[in-house]
């Protein structure tokens, strides 16, 4: 659902422009940026965590940090529930193997990777028929996609690999301190072409490459589906990650992948503040922000030097007061709503695909009640069955997943499972509605001062790795303010137009 595949390794020496000290993050009152800056931080999912921790790890210690989050717990869309005493993800569950932000910060935060589950094939659905099925022989699964989807499939999958290959370029470019004031920017940058896929929809790339209509209609529509719940008139930079969605060796954090908000938190020197709504954000006119926050019933009031604004705003509704243009308009943009139903319970029959020892069903067509039904496995290790309140020991059910466009009803329920014991609902404003092409990205400067704007990359693609690179990116566009250096653009934005300060491929390696 949110993963993405990055990779690629590069030693830069970036022109940096001389250093010069300006005015550009001064505020109107004159008033220039302190070096201990107040910083607030709106959001405790895996991107609010990571941008307290990579300030950290940039070496700013000094300031106030100050976390807010609307829940009780960290991890935003990153979330497990429990069933029989065993823990589940219900958000994003899969990690790509070239994401080098979050195996780098497993590793360095001592969180363990899973371990994997026997790879388990799927069946496509359309029109209520089953129209494909993997086999647990690989050799004949190869076979069917070649018979029914031709080359395409292999060829669709090497060229969003070498659109990686660009984009991995991200890694080299923020070790070198280099941010970007726009995705779009940030896009370009590593590639025109890469920035170029946001214009056009996944369709029309698809028809360049020369597809199958059929491989276009099943499969890679199955895909889109299950990752971003539309359909392939989505862009195609989401489109692409989509894709690599399908790659081989997704992974997950052992007890959940939550576990790395939580461990980004713990060591950064944030001060974390749980069940606090930051209901609007007020331009003082005096260089500052004023937060009204409710918390424990109260509301009350913080200022700071720096808000960093890390949950989407279409479904924070956050209000914004007393600034000279509105940072963020809302009604632009919509979420797309995908309901998560986790339950333990016995399928039916023409839904298990036994003979084929199948464990997920897909469908490419948005006329049906779900968009996939896939047997999912707990986030710790194997271990035995806790007793529930009463002392009884609670029998192991398979516990299945099923996204849909809405709720569930219990007729619908009906039509998959014989036996259902237990239900849990998941309602999650997943991921962008796509559907906006071109995509005119939001900047992650939303005021062109010190309101900073961390999800605006989900609007290229939503994933844990872009929330990743999005904190980096935040977090060196603070260091600049607080070092007082003008940006290091390669790339900038500017009336819609991209002005090419410098060649990222002309770049000494
Ligand atoms: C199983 O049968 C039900 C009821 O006839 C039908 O609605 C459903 O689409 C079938 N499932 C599959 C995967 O074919
Ligand atoms: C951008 O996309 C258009 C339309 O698909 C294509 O004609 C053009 O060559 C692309 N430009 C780059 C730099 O990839
Ligand atoms: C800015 O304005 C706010 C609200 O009026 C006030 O509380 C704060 O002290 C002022 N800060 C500075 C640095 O003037
Ligand atoms: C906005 O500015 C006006 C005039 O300076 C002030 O009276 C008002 O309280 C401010 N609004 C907020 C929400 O702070």
Request: glycine content about 6%.
């Amino acid at each position: 659902m949110y993963q993405l595949n990055l990779g690629f390794c590069i030693v830069l020496t970036l022109f940096v422009r001389p250093y010069e000290c300006d005015t550009r993050f001064s505020n109107d009152a004159g008033r220039s940026f302190p070096a201990s800056p107040k910083i607030a931080i709106v959001g405790a999912g895996v991107g609010g965590a990571a941008v307290a921790y990579f300030l950290k790890e940039l070496g700013h210690n000094t300031g106030i940090i100050d976390l807010y989050e609307k829940s009780n717990a960290i991890g935003g869309r990153l979330h497990t529930v429990d069933l029989y005493g065993k823990s589940y993800e219900t958000g994003g569950s899969i990690i790509h193997p070239r994401n080098q932000y979050a195996q780098n910060l497993v590793k360095k935060l001592n969180l363990r990777k899973k371990g994997r589950e026997p790879s388990s094939g799927f069946a496509l659905v359309k029109d209520q028929q089953v129209v494909f099925t993997t086999s647990s022989w690989n050799v004949l699964t190869l076979m069917r996609i070649l018979w029914r989807y031709g080359l395409g499939f292999n060829h669709l999958m090497s060229v969003t690999n070498s659109l990686i290959d660009d984009f991995s370029r991200i890694y080299s470019v923020q070790q070198k301190r280099v941010s970007y004031e726009n995705p779009y920017e940030l896009l370009s940058a590593m590639s025109p072409s890469l920035a170029n896929l946001t214009r056009s929809t996944f369709k029309r790339f698809l028809k360049e490459l020369q597809l199958k209509e059929i491989l276009i209609e099943e499969l890679v529509q199955a895909i889109t589906y299950v990752n971003y719940g539309q359909n392939a008139g989505i862009h195609s930079f989401a489109g692409s990650i989509a894709i690599a969605g399908a790659d081989d060796g997704l992974w997950s954090i052992e007890n959940g992948n939550k576990q790395l908000p939580r461990a980004l938190v713990q060591a950064s020197n944030a001060r974390l503040l749980l069940n606090a709504n930051v209901e609007s954000v007020t331009d003082n006119q005096n260089g500052t922000y004023g937060l009204k926050v409710t918390s424990d019933q109260k509301l009350i009031t913080r200022h700071y030097d720096l808000v960093v604004l890390a949950n989407p705003l279409e479904v924070s509704q956050i209000e914004f007061f007393n600034f000279t243009r509105l940072p963020y308009n809302v009604k632009d943009r919509k979420y797309h709503r995908t309901v998560a139903t986790i339950v333990a319970g016995v399928l039916r029959e023409n839904f298990t695909m036994a003979a084929e020892k199948v464990e997920s069903l897909f469908t490419c067509d948005s006329s049906e009640f779900y968009t996939s039904i896939g047997r999912i496995y707990p986030v710790d290790s194997p271990g035995t069955i806790k007793a529930d309140a009463t002392g009884e020991k609670q029998p192991d059910y398979p516990v299945y997943k099923i996204f849909s466009p809405a709720p569930l009803t219990e007729k619908q329920l009906e039509i998959i499972f014989l036996q259902v014991h237990l239900v849990k609902v998941f309602d999650w404003k997943a991921y962008p509605e796509y559907d906006r092409v071109p995509e005119t990205f939001p900047s992650f400067v939303l005021d062109e001062r010190n309101l900073l704007y961390l999800n605006s990359i989900e609007w290229a693609a939503s994933a844990i790795e872009m929330s990743l690179i999005s904190a980096k990116n935040i977090a060196l566009l603070i260091s600049q303010r607080i070092d007082g250096n003008e940006p290091s653009y390669l790339s900038r934005v500017e009336d819609g137009k991209l002005i090419q300060d410098g060649d990222i491929n002309k770049i000494e390696l």
